[in-house]
């Protein structure tokens, strides 16, 4: 009675209040159905099919000018310069050249510059470069080689038009290892000539060297490649970061990427928070002082003071130091968005533009659209989490898009295909522990109670051998029915600041705690109420 009492006599909220995405036209097209009175709507079908075709109309003329508009500028993807060395560890050497240009390129304020993960994409892909084009919205692609032997290096550069793949540019160099740095700027600097571009300064493009030791140069690249990939990578990461800054103690670079390593190895439980934490916080720190201009520093530092230190004012200047000095650095909106925006301040609405941001600059990068997932799941946007973690897993089939997934379906409530996407993250991360934790809480709340109690005690025999955050046997413990022990694993998670309880306010593994006193208090003492 009182639904159809509503119906009568209720005028509904407008749709652009729950999809502020929805085209203004379309929502007078709504409100037209919705009429209270007959003689408001539409006469026919027909006349709502010709409405809706006429928007479709108008907004596909607006893309269609919006793009062509775009393809006047000068616009630039960077393709991975393909190894051809006999050497397989080259390959790392040839994918940070490509990164190193990418980075050059971005100075320059008039050119658009696909970001790394977009352009890394099409690695090992013979596309038509038209397609490249379509995809990334660019005029021009640079592709390359890259041969290494010994102290020498042949590079071979050519900057092609996408629409008629004409070779507007084309060099090869043979230099020696120690010149890769102007080699580099060469490259760039040629682009911009052809490409009629130059800084608004008058300066040209540049690759700053920030190591005169070529050894720690090529160490910090192969860490950077190998930190992208995430799961045990990261140990073999921080290996090279290590061996780098120990080469050169003053490289600011390689202490920002140590410090990420170590952030990640504590954020993801594959280390104890007290044997790698103040490393990070001690590498990010250095990096700061030995190159406060460079925006990976503070975003490093920014990640310790969210993640370990709990000081949530000075992580957001940190933050906000990185977006004024690089505001395309894709790492640094995400994390700002999540750790931050999201999780911390439950500002959603910031979070979510600045996500969207990220996937503006860099379309075509799962961990992108994830990231933007996880800030819409934590903002009770479950449908439009489920969307972006769809667009991320479309890209890349991967442990971070299927956990995402997983999380997204949940809130979405669709326990079976959260189920799923759990067991394929479980299946390519060797079980671990916060997927379990996740598929504890989603057994449960679809009434599978005794499968919950399966996981936390898988969970809580691996304690006994291995180091669980428990922050992950907290949420296992509480989808078991095991209240009093998840409030006492949110308290040790407390006393050994496990960087994962900066998620407690939001995360669906502490649902059943919310309204307990005792977890209040924790979260409390975390500055987090």
Known sequence: MELSSSILRD?????????????????????????????????????????????????????????????????????????????????????????????????????????????????????????????????????????????????????????????????????????????????????????????????????????????????????????????????????????AVALDPQYALAWSGLADAHVLLGFYGFERPKATMPQAKEASTRAVALDPMLAEAHCSLACVHTLYDWEWTKAEQEFLRALALNPRYVQNLDWYAAFCLAWIEGRFDESIAVAKQAVEYDPLSAYAHAMLAQVYFSAGRSAEAVLAANSARELEESFFTFWTSQTAFYWDRQFDKAVAAGEMALALSGRHAATLSLQATILADWGKIADAQAIYGELVARAGRDYIQPSQLAGAASAAGEIDLAVAYTREAFEVRDPSLVTAKFHPAYERLRHDPRFDEILARMGLK
């Open 11 to 243: 005028k509904p909220p407008p749709v652009t209040e729950l999809r502020a995405d929805v085209p203004t036209a379309l929502q007078k097209i709504v409100d037209c159905c919705l009429a209270k009175e007959t003689t408001d709507r539409y006469g026919s079908a027909r006349e709502l099919r010709e409405a809706l075709e006429r928007l479709r109309r108008e907004v596909t003329s607006a893309v269609r000018s919006h793009k062509a508009g775009a393809s006047n500028e000068a616009s630039i993807a960077v393709l991975p310069f393909t190894s051809v060395s006999a050497d397989p560890e080259n390959e790392f050497f040839a994918d940070e050249i490509t990164e190193e240009i990418i980075n050059a390129l971005t100075q320059t304020e008039q050119l658009r510059v696909a970001a790394r993960t977009s352009a890394f994409s099409f690695k090992g892909k013979h596309v038509d470069l038209r397609i490249v084009g379509d995809r990334l919205n660019v005029n021009t692609v640079l592709e390359g080689s890259v041969r290494k032997a010994g102290n020498r290096v042949r590079i071979i550069a050519q900057l092609v038009n996408v629409a008629d793949g004409y070779h507007l540019w084309s060099e090869r160099y043979d230099r020696e290892l120690k010149d890769i740095f102007e080699v580099q700027d060469e490259i760039a600097s040629a682009i911009a000539g052809h490409l009629k571009i130059a800084l608004k300064t008058g300066q040209q493009p540049s690759v700053k060297a920030r190591t005169s030791n070529l050894e720690a140069y090529q160490l910090y690249l192969k860490g950077r490649a190998l930190l992208y990939r995430r799961g045990l990578d990261i140990r073999r990461s921080a290996q090279c970061f290590e061996r």
